[in-house]
Structure formats: structure tokens, C-alpha cells
């Protein structure tokens, strides 16, 4: 992790199987990889790490998958997110170790110790890790605050993550501010495109002083997508005259790495934005109900954020809730 700051990490493949189940092909991923390398990441991060049975590979990879990808380790360094929850996360970690160069754990700031245990697990198993702060916009800077000082402190990064494309810029500085008057640590910015801020607020970031920031092929991801890789590179390029950067082949398109390109969707996911809301619930929303019906309900709902559907639930008309699955 001795690179040049700042770090650019490349979240195509993990972020982008929200849009298609990580049902990515081997050519897909062979493709977003090495164009991401090729624009000019540092890291690409490969999906997710777990043991169940019947997963695709970007949603699962196995040793025998990761040992495939050791071509592409030539070009820099894999990544892969690994959720606390996961069942067996010591044998997770030590059947991988030494074919991933960091583990990316998703932290609920409501209950930290189980992505604190999994940290700890890394740590043991001789494997980097960063902790990810999710769903950062619905909580207050105290709340923050506590949550953090129950992580461990050995955390090769620790990020923020603009889970529900909610964050203003204005709030950047607060928020690292906060986390940076617990320890020392590198800090990492994780941004959604909501809002149209993407940039905004990774701008914001780097100006702060974070290590790191995610950027993915036309910022395909979740929802109301992510920043787009390119324009990480851009903004990161002037303290980084060391960066390599190719452009994208012409012919290349969303569709190339294997999901959908975008849609109408984009008004709809402005107003998750907007009501701090699950973009996961509004995806499925959208699948069952239509997005007239879903951007109804969005327009309706309180200021407050949600975690759990019952909070939904008044909101929602009765025959459309039955419709619903959760």
C-alpha cells in the first residue's frame, strides 16, 4: 500500500453486480479489469469473497477462481469486499490468503463489533483490510463518532461511503474531521451520483486530504450510479504525475462489462438522493410496483432515513405492499 497518494480504486465489477446479480462472464471481468488498469487504477476491486454454495464467481471467488486471475495481478493490486456476515469468515479469509491484496468490510455503524471481529479476523490471517462506514448520510456526527471508536485501529483505510447518494459537500469536511479526532488513520471516499455531486463531493474529499477514492467504468454501479472512473483519474491526476492513463477504447459501452446501460431511471434515483433512502429498496420498488408508483411513495416519505421495511410501511398503500418482497 506504498503507492502514491491519492489512491484510486476501481469498483466496476463489485458495485456494478447490483444491475445483474454479479452474473459477470469471465470475458466481462477480464474486460473491466484490465480497462480499469488501464485508465489508471491502483486497485480494482473483483467482487465479493464467500463460501455458499451455487454464488457466481464475482459474487463468491473461490481460490481456484483468484488463482485465474494472476495475469491481471501483474498490473496491480485485487481488492475484494467481504460482508461481516459472512458464515465462515476465518476459513474465508485463510483459504484466500496471499490471492487478495486487501479485504473491504462493510460497517454498520448501528452494530460495528461484527465488522470489528471480521477487521480482527483479517488481521490475524495477515491480509489488509479497510472498514467502510455505509449508509454515512444518515447519521449524526456523534453517532459517527462512537461508532468508529469501536473499530480497531489497524486499518490499512477507512472509509466513508455515500451508500444512498444523500451527501452534500458541505459535509465532508465535518464528517473526516470527526473520524480524524478519534486517530490517525488513511481515509478513503466512496461516492453515488444521486445528486449529481459525485465529483462535488469527492473533490470535497481530496481537498480534505482522503488516501483514497472509488471510481468505477461509466460510473456503473447501484442505483444512481457511481463516480466515473475517468473523472477519479482526473481529479486526482495533478498530484499524481506518476498515474498511466489510456483512454477507453471508442467501442466500448456499459453493455461491454455486462449490465444494463442506463435507463430512465436516473429521476427516480435522484429521489433517493433526496429521502436518504435504501437505492436496494427502491430497485426492487421499481421491479414490482412501476417507477410512476415508486417516485409517489419517494415524494411522500418524511426527511427521516429508514433501516428497516416496517418503518416503510405506513407509507405505503396495502395492495402495494403485498406485492413486495423484502
Known amino acids: 500500500m506504498a503507492a502514491t497518494h491519492p489512491i484510486v ?3 466496476t465489477i463489485r458495485d456494478g453486480g447490483y444491475l445483474n446479480g454479479w452474473n459477470f462472464t469471465w470475458q466481462e ?25 451455487g454464488l457466481p464467481v464475482a459474487s463468491s471467488w473461490q481460490p481456484e477462481e483468484l488463482v485465474k486471475l494472476d495475469p491481471i495481478r501483474s498490473r496491480g493490486l485485487l481488492a475484494a469486499m467481504c460482508r461481516p456476515s459472512v458464515e ?21 455503524l448501528r452494530n460495528p463489533s461484527l465488522a470489528n471481529q471480521l477487521g ?26 462512537n461508532a468508529f471508536t469501536k473499530l480497531s485501529d489497524n486499518a490499512a483505510a477507512v472509509y466513508i461511503a455515500d451508500s444512498r447518494g444523500a451527501l452534500l459537500p458541505v459535509w465532508i469536511n465535518e464528517i473526516f474531521d470527526t473520524l480524524a479526532s478519534v486517530r490517525e488513520s488513511r481515509f478513503g471516499y466512496h461516492a453515488h451520483d444521486n445528486l449529481s455531486l459525485a465529483i462535488e463531493n469527492t473533490a470535497a474529499a481530496l481537498s480534505w486530504g482522503v488516501d483514497f477514492i472509488d471510481g468505477s467504468l461509466f460510473g456503473i454501479g447501484l442505483g444512481g450510479r457511481n463516480l466515473d472512473l475517468q473523472d477519479a483519474i482526473h481529479l486526482v491526476k495533478e498530484s499524481r504525475p506518476d498515474i498511466l492513463h489510456k483512454p477507453m477504447q471508442s467501442s466500448l459501452k456499459e453493455e461491454s462489462f455486462g449490465v444494463p446501460g442506463r435507463g430512465n431511471e436516473m429521476p427516480m434515483y435522484r429521489l433517493t438522493g433526496e429521502k436518504n433512502f435504501k437505492m436496494e429498496w427502491a430497485m426492487m420498488m421499481s421491479e414490482k410496483l412501476g417507477q410512476e408508483a415508486t417516485c409517489e411513495i419517494l415524494q411522500n416519505l ?25
Open 302 to 326: 418524511p426527511d427521516d432515513p429508514m433501516f428497516l421495511p416496517q418503518e416503510l410501511r405506513p407509507h405505503v398503500k396495502e395492495d402495494q405492499w403485498k406485492q413486495l418482497v423484502w
Open 9 to 11: 480504486l476501481d469498483v
Open 120 to 145: 480482527l479476523n483479517c488481521n490475524k490471517a495477515g491480509i489488509p483490510f479497510s472498514y467502510n462506514l455505509t449508509n454515512i448520510s444518515c447519521y449524526s456526527a456523534e453517532q459517527i463518532k
Open 29 to 53: 471481468m477480464q474486460l473491466a479489469f484490465e480497462t480499469a488498469f488501464d485508465c489508471g487504477a491502483d486497485i480494482v476491486e473483483i467482487g465479493y469473497l464467500d463460501d455458499r454454495q
Open 88 to 108: 465462515t469468515p476465518i476459513e474465508v479469509l485463510e483459504k484466500r490468503k496471499g490471492l487478495i491484496d486487501l479485504i473491504r468490510i462493510p460497517v454498520d
